[in-house]
């Protein structure tokens, strides 16, 4: 007789196992098309055809507790059977599938509709644990504030724009010059005297018409900066003077949304994430600014002109991590890359206790 080399369980148990403090890995095996219709929440979606290919990612350690589900539970065994002979050694199959655990009461997520054309666009998206069909339609619902449509804010933009982010807000007061051309990806030759938030929404609406752009020609004070954050879930910062920085920290800060903070200066760059109530703020890592002379701008000092691209991908990453929910993000850490040596340093930095923005008792403050 053969031993069976994983266990099964109907959806009552399953539920106790996902509900327990030590939950298993849950893994969806049916195809793209089940996976659209509904599945259960905090699934990997990982098609029985691919998942041979795909465990070692999904699930590196082999003795990880994992279990499986399909639509009626014959899929998901033969499923454990193929990782079994691959080495994981804590699988269970849920029999009955999605099927029996509907027809128990339990819940299932339904799928925002997404059109055939967003499916193609999306579908690497769709395919990665952490995104899927729901994360594509958090990205579409997201709401971003672009503060510069320079340097950092061009490839930012457009790689927000790709992924989907629905609503960008960008405000400039510049217009395009042939000097900004040689960094500044978003805009063209053609464009050259175009306000530069007018020639963003031009790239932008070429690349992902999904996308919402909504153009400020201005610039950020004190007395707009509340207005400009007004529904937004989070701030790309390519400011590049130190009253505007400050002038959108605070008011951030007052209203709770995070801001992904970059600064470029000639063959360096740095990152962070400023997250009201989980780090610093920028008051906390510079209280006070700097002579003007110790921080002079890209027109006076130079600056690689890939190396805003660089920056501006990061920031981008770091806000679909935020805007998603997923990973780590660089919240009380400062991240430094010197293009010339090609390595990152990064540093802890700690919210200040008495910060005049975010410091104990101010709304904003808290521990971290």
């Known amino acids: 007789m053969t ?40 699934a990997t979606h ?13 699930a590196p350690e082999k003795s990880a507790p994992i279990l499986l589900y399909c639509a009626g539970g014959v899929r998901s065994a033969a499923v454990a059977e193929t990782l079994a002979g691959l080495g994981y050694t804590n699988l269970t199959s849920m029999v009955g599938g999605i099927n029996g655990w509907s027809a128990a009461g339990l819940p299932v997520v339904e799928t925002t509709t997404l059109t055939p054309e967003q499916k193609s666009r999306y579908s690497r998206h769709l395919l990665l644990p952490g995104v899927g069909a729901e994360g594509q339609a958090k990205l579409l619902k997201a709401r971003v504030l672009m503060v ?45 005297g175009m306000p530069k938030v007018d020639s963003a929404a031009v790239q932008i609406h070429a690349l992902n018409p999904d996308v919402q752009v909504e153009a400020i020609n201005g610039m950020l004070t004190t007395e707009n900066v509340a ?42 760059g740095q990152l962070t994430v400023l997250a009201p109530g989980r780090g610093p703020c920028y008051r906390c890592l510079h209280p006070t600014p700097p002579p003007a002379e110790m921080a002079p701008g890209c027109g006076v000092a130079g600056v690689l002109g890939v190396l805003p ?60």
């Open 227 to 268: 207005s400009l954050l007004d529904g937004v879930d989070l701030v790309i910062d390519g400011t590049d003077t130190f009253e505007a920085r400050y002038a959108l920290n605070d008011a951030a800060v007052q209203l709770g949304i995070p801001v992904v903070h970059a600064g470029v200066f000639r063959f360096e």
């Open 148 to 192: 510069g449509a320079g340097g950092l804010g061009a490839p930012a933009a457009l790689y927000l724009a790709a992924a989907g982010v629905g609503h960008v807000r960008i405000i400039d007061f510049d217009n395009v010059e042939a000097s900004n051309l040689q960094r500044q990806v978003i805009h063209t030759t053609d464009r050259v």
């Open 309 to 368: 691209g660089a920056i501006g991908v990061l920031q981008a990453t770091e806000a679909l991590k935020v805007l998603l929910g997923i990973g780590e993000p660089l919240i009380g850490r400062l991240l430094l890359w010197d293009a010339l040596e090609g390595g990152f340093t990064e540093l802890t930095v700690r919210r200040d206790p008495h910060c005049v923005a975010c410091g104990d008792g101010k709304r904003g403050g808290g521990a971290a």
């Open 3 to 42: 031993t069976k080399l994983f266990a099964e369980v109907d959806a009552k148990a399953a539920q106790q196992l996902l509900d327990s403090p030590t939950p298993p890995l849950l893994i969806d095996v049916r195809e793209q098309n089940e996976w659209d219709a509904g599945y259960l929440r905090g």
């Open 46 to 58: 990982a098609p029985k055809g691919t998942i041979s290919f795909t465990i070692g990612n999904i």
